[in-house]
């Protein structure tokens, strides 16, 4: 039985924020380990979309300030995504006020 490639949620070209510190996990020789590759926040393109096999999901190919980086959908965030969340975060009164 052949199990159907999870559909990318992202395409290429589009803008994307780390979600999280993106580190080396030895894919930069040139890097040490754990060096923080892109912080929470870097912002960056889609340059390819791939897919991982074993793991049945879509692999982002991401270029943050000239450095391309591997990263996984729950790593990222498309910008425009989030601008919007804090647009909305800023017009919504602080909890425990009313409007």
Known sequence: ???EPREPAYQWGQLVVALVDL???GTFPDVPD???LAAI???GEIVQVGHH???NQ???MVEFDGRVIGVLEEEIMLR???EA???QAQTRPPAGMTA
């Open 41 to 43: 926040g870097s912002e």
């Open 34 to 36: 754990d060096t923080v």
């Open 58 to 60: 879509p692999v982002y």
């Open 1 to 3: 039985m052949m199990i």
């Open 80 to 82: 425009q995504e989030l």
């Open 23 to 25: 580190t080396n996990d």
């Open 85 to 87: 969340m804090v647009a």
């Open 53 to 55: 096999e074993e793991a």
